[in-house]
């Protein structure tokens, strides 16, 4: 394996990722359950898309319905995934627990902020939010149903 990929690999250790498991320094990292993990993972975002609406005053409809969407719906699914759907037999390195952690909900408050500080911006003359909260729906139920057809198996 190239050392460009094995060094890209390395932030990735959750066990569908998990590339030399043998080596020795992966051996000396901290691992806590993956079910923990992914629970640490989604949990913080969950919070963030949460706490956004109690937080924001007076937020728009674009902004309501894209936190909605995060926490109502995205997020809580994860959880709830994670909680009662997914049977978890591994482990996961803590930096990446750390990482997926981070990034979730960063991103979750970057997208609320940014949707909150466009509020005043006119909407567009097509409006795309019907056909956007059909296909985020659509998604949404589709991945629920393939995980809940795994379970099942």
Request: charged share 15%; aromatic share 14%; net charge positive.
């Amino acid at each position: 394996m190239p050392a460009s990929l094995k060094s890209e690999a390395k932030i990735f250790h959750t066990p569908k990722f998990f590339l030399n498991s043998s080596s020795p320094e992966n051996r000396k990292e901290t691992k806590v359950a993956s079910r923990i993990g992914m629970l640490v993972g989604y949990t913080p975002a969950l919070a963030a898309s949460l706490g956004s609406l109690t937080i924001l005053s007076n937020p728009g409809s674009k902004c309501l319905l894209l936190s909605s969407a995060l926490s109502r719906l995205h997020f809580f699914k994860r959880v709830f995934e994670v909680l009662f759907i997914h049977s978890y037999s591994g482990s996961m390195m803590i930096d990446s627990v750390v990482f997926i952690s981070f990034t979730y909900c960063t991103t979750s408050i970057i997208m609320i902020y940014a949707q909150y500080l466009c509020q005043e911006v006119a909407e567009p003359v097509i409006d795309s939010k019907y056909p956007g909260v059909a296909l985020f729906l659509v998604g949404i139920i589709g991945n629920f149903y393939h995980h809940t057809i795994f379970f099942r198996d």
